[in-house]
């Protein structure tokens, strides 16, 4: 059974950092590739930034230059470093990873607001 479990929920202001992680139960982690994703309320789910099992990344033109991703084999998580925060980037953020099937944490509110 596959598990994701995001931390790192947050309130920051406008301009502000947040860092969301997720640790995954698949194995061998460093097989897979993961992915954020996140919901605002009232759209639908979007993809944010995913990254390989060899580190390769690629992102939403809407984040790029503003989110990092990257990923801990040896922990199996995977983060997300959020910059320069803006209130169109609160949403809830998912953790993802594709093993026969899509498998989501639970989701981790962020809003961003002054």
């Known amino acids: 059974q596959v598990q994701l479990v995001e931390s790192g929920v947050g309130l920051v202001q406008p301009g502000g950092s947040l860092r969301l992680f997720c640790v995954a139960s698949?194995?061998?982690?460093?097989?897979?590739?993961m992915n954020w994703y996140r919901q605002a309320p009232g759209k639908l789910r979007e993809f944010v930034a995913g990254?390989?099992?060899?580190?390769?990344?690629n992102y939403a033109d809407s984040v790029k230059g503003q989110f990092t991703i990257s990923r801990d084999n040896a922990k199996k998580t995977v983060s997300l470093q959020m910059t320069s925060l803006k209130p169109e980037d609160t949403a809830v953020y998912y953790c993802?990873?594709?093993?026969?099937?899509?498998?989501w944490g639970q989701g981790t509110q962020v809003t961003v607001s002054s």
């Open positions: 993802n990873v594709f093993h026969f099937k899509d498998y």
């Open positions: 698949v194995n061998p982690y460093s097989f897979y590739s």
């Open positions: 990254i390989t099992r060899d580190g390769s990344t």
